[in-house]
């Protein structure tokens, strides 16, 4: 009963350095999401997959790319890291419209 | 721009007494709306969802929340909290509009106190 699968868990990058977060769900959900987490800013919306095949930007999407390399998978890189991307990533799933999201445990991704 | 705005940044109670966290939306239309649990160190827990039909909603651990539209409020309740309940709570609703993705309030932090 996996659910939602991150990795890493932990990261520490170097600025300019580039990194691949992995997510990969095993429920058969459509949809696929990637958020941030910051301290009192909530959880932002960096992209999302809303069926296999299609990727679309969200509120924060600058410095980051998506692949949906199939319908289980969603990875998130950074091509060159900054320090404002030291944050908290959390991948999310959900099978279809008003259901809602799984979350993975998270990357704590740190950037010096 | 529609949005889900929660308040409270942080609040106390002592364990055992009730509790209510306060969740705002601006959407036209009745919005479909969830509220979440994070444990420190965790990802986030579904708690609770609405989407249509009787106000109230019954969720997991004890939690219920309202729908009230003419004070465009979801709040969360739980007649006696525990210790446990310790953690944040983010309500969400639809971004934008779409039906296809949720965006978050800023979240509230609870503690309880023995």
């Known amino acids: 009963n996996a659910g939602v699968t991150q990795t890493p868990k932990f990261q520490v990058l170097k600025t300019g350095q580039s990194m691949t977060l992995q997510c990969a769900q095993d429920m058969n959900h459509n949809s696929m999401y990637w958020y941030r987490q910051d301290p009192g800013m909530g959880l932002r919306l960096i992209y999302y997959s809303a069926s296999e095949g299609t990727t679309d930007k969200g509120e924060v999407p600058n410095g980051y790319n998506v692949s949906r390399l199939n319908k289980r998978e969603f990875s998130l890189r950074l091509e060159s890291a900054a320090p404002s991307q030291t944050s908290v990533y959390f991948c999310?799933?959900?099978?279809?419209?008003?259901?809602?999201?799984?979350f993975g445990s998270g990357t704590r991704l740190t950037v010096v | 721009a529609q949005s889900v705005t929660q308040p409270d940044i942080h609040i106390t109670v002592s364990e055992g007494a009730s509790l209510e966290l306060r969740c705002n939306y601006s959407?036209?239309?009745?919005?479909?709306l969830f509220w979440y649990v994070q444990s420190p160190g965790q990802g986030l827990q579904l708690l609770l969802k609405?989407?249509?039909?009787?106000?109230l909603v019954q969720g997991i651990k004890g939690f219920e929340a309202e729908f009230k539209r003419s004070q465009s409020s979801f709040n969360l309740r739980k007649p006696s909290v525990h210790w446990s309940d310790a953690a944040e709570y983010f309500c969400a609703g639809p971004y934008g509009g779409a039906t296809n993705k949720l965006i978050f309030g800023t979240g509230t932090l609870l503690a309880v106190q023995p």
């Open positions: 959407y036209g239309a009745t919005p479909y």
């Open positions: 999310a799933s959900r099978r279809q419209t008003h259901y809602g999201y799984t």
């Open positions: 609405y989407f249509s039909g009787d106000t």
